[in-house]
């Protein structure tokens, strides 16, 4: 089992939102960074998160990606706590690195850290479209069906590009899935796949994860 330290300082976004392959099991120093969700406390987002953890541990936080092929879209969900959709087109591995939005702990610089990063941008067309976690819960097929809608957080800048200007105008995103079985960690770790989808007028896109298909890939 690995620990999720929080060695950070500032905001965790970037770290969490691309949780590496392994079992979330242990936040701590979170006194030293930002409340996990926007315009929560930072036990008010414990108890959201815990919610989530308590329905599935095995699937808290872990990464899986899609690719919205109509609008040529990449979609990054971390599941029970944030989705990101970057209306362009980016590698597995490009998603799959954390967004700086954090500082070193010791000097509250910008790096090195032991592990890779991405800067975010302060262009705002260069930024994905974030959706935080806002509800779960279970269906009558036995799916967990986790809602997330944009930050209430405004911004300053609006990027007036068409394809961005769509994915902004998304205001609720609906994933499902099933409960992950907690032997999976026991095996090689392999990420899954997901699928989604979006009425032409709807506001509300759907993603479904899932097991990969046979010779399916999570790249481009």
Not at 138 to 150: A, L, Q, S
């Amino acid at each position: 089992m690995i620990l999720s330290p929080i060695d950070i300082r500032d905001d965790p976004f970037g770290l969490l939102a691309a949780h590496p392959m392994a079992p979330l099991v242990s936040l701590h120093h979170l006194e030293y960074v930002q409340p996990l969700f926007p315009n929560q406390s930072q036990i008010e987002s414990l108890r959201m998160l815990t919610t989530a953890y308590e329905v599935d541990p095995a699937r808290t936080m872990q990464q899986s990606f899609c690719y919205y092929r109509r609008s040529k879209w990449s979609i990054s969900v971390s599941w029970a706590y944030a989705v990101q959709i970057y209306p362009w087109l980016l590698s597995a591995k490009d998603l799959e690195t954390p967004l700086q939005t954090f500082r070193t702990w010791r000097s509250w610089s910008s790096g090195p850290f032991t592990f890779n990063t991405r800067p975010m941008s302060s262009e705002p067309c260069e930024r994905p479209v974030i959706f935080y976690l806002h509800s779960i819960k279970e269906d009558e097929k036995g799916k967990m069906v986790t809602i997330y809608k944009k930050s209430p957080i405004k911004q300053e800048k609006k990027c007036n590009l068409a394809n961005y200007a769509r994915a902004f105008a998304i205001e609720k995103i609906v994933v499902s899935s099933l409960k992950m079985d907690p032997e999976k960690w026991k095996k090689v770790p392999r990420r899954q796949c997901c699928e989604a989808s979006k009425g032409f007028w709807s506001n509300t896109m759907t993603i479904k994860i899932r097991n990969c298909k046979h010779r399916e890939t999570i790249t481009t």
